[in-house]
Nanobody, 131 residues
Framework: QVQLVESGGGLVQAGGSLRLSCAAS???????????MGWFRQAPGKEREIVAT????????YLADSVKGRFTISRDNAKNTVYLQMNSLKPEDTAVYYC?????????????????????WGQGTQVTVSS
């Protein structure tokens, strides 16, 4: 089993920044670079949606239109960690943010995109943006 542990969420004013981290581990965890990684979010009353994803090497990314130009995703395979840098935050970014991992062979070595299944989820971290 793979454990994904998110951190870095919190309360921030509109226009501010937060950096989320997700550390991967587990008894059956093999190699971090075997996985494409990503961030999803779910606001109250809404479905979970994709935010930003990165392929196994960090060389390819996918960003939802709503966060392009504001959010950046990156990964450090030596630290088994993926990051989400969120700038110019808006109240509509308020949600629980989930880390996700999908085996790289399922994404054909690309990033997770809408419609791609997720193999492992983190427990989520709350991000609240006040106006």
């Amino acid at each position: 089993q793979v454990q994904l542990v998110e951190s870095g969420g919190g309360l921030v004013q509109a226009g501010g920044s937060l950096r989320l981290s997700c550390a991967a581990s587990g008894r059956t965890f093999s190699t971090f670079s075997d996985y494409a990684m990503g961030w999803f979010r779910q606001a109250p009353g809404k479905e979970r949606e994709i935010v930003a994803t990165v392929n196994w090497s960090g060389g390819k990314t996918y960003l939802a239109d709503s966060v392009k130009g504001r959010f950046t995703i990156s990964r450090d395979n030596a630290k088994n960690t993926v990051y989400l840098q969120m700038n110019s935050l808006k109240p509509e970014d308020t949600a629980v943010y989930y880390c996700a991992a999908t085996y790289a062979y399922r994404t054909l070595s690309g990033p997770i995109v809408p419609g791609t299944g997720v193999d492992y989820w983190g427990q989520g971290t709350q991000v609240t943006v006040s106006s």
